[in-house]
């Protein structure tokens, strides 16, 4: 289980955001949501370790490890969100020719999906 006690993380004198508790259970998948700079990048950061928050603490069992994917914009910009989410990171960063298939195979299909 990882599970963040009263995190808070400020830039100067201005918060980012206060005392986040939240317990995340073990065998799931979550998202984070939220509006542009209101501190989602921020506090995945803090989850994963990355950044440590002016306040507060996370704790992850020691059986139990984060998995996570950095955010990069430009990483996936040949890919519709639909193609990612049907064939997933693993095949969508694959071969440019077997991604440029895939988009194709979307775009043929996009009328009869959605």
């Given amino acids: 289980m990882l599970v963040s006690s009263n995190v808070t993380m400020q830039f100067g004198s201005k918060p980012l955001f206060e005392n986040i508790s939240v ?9 984070l949501i939220g509006a542009n700079g209101s501190g989602k990048s921020t506090f995945m950061k803090i ?3 990355d950044l440590e928050p002016t306040l507060g603490n ?4 020691p059986n139990e490890r984060i ?8 990483a996936f910009e040949a890919f519709t969100v639909l193609d990612y989410g049907y064939h997933g990171p693993r095949r ?3 071969s440019e ?4 298939s895939h988009l194709r195979a979307a775009r043929n299909e996009r009328g009869r999906r959605l």
């Fill in 58 to 61: 996370v704790s992850l069992d």
């Fill in 23 to 31: 317990k995340f259970g073990g065998g799931n998948r979550y998202g």
């Fill in 97 to 100: 020719a077997r991604a440029r």
């Fill in 47 to 49: 989850l994963g370790g």
């Fill in 67 to 74: 998995g996570k994917l950095r955010q990069d914009q430009f």
């Fill in 92 to 94: 969508a960063v694959g």
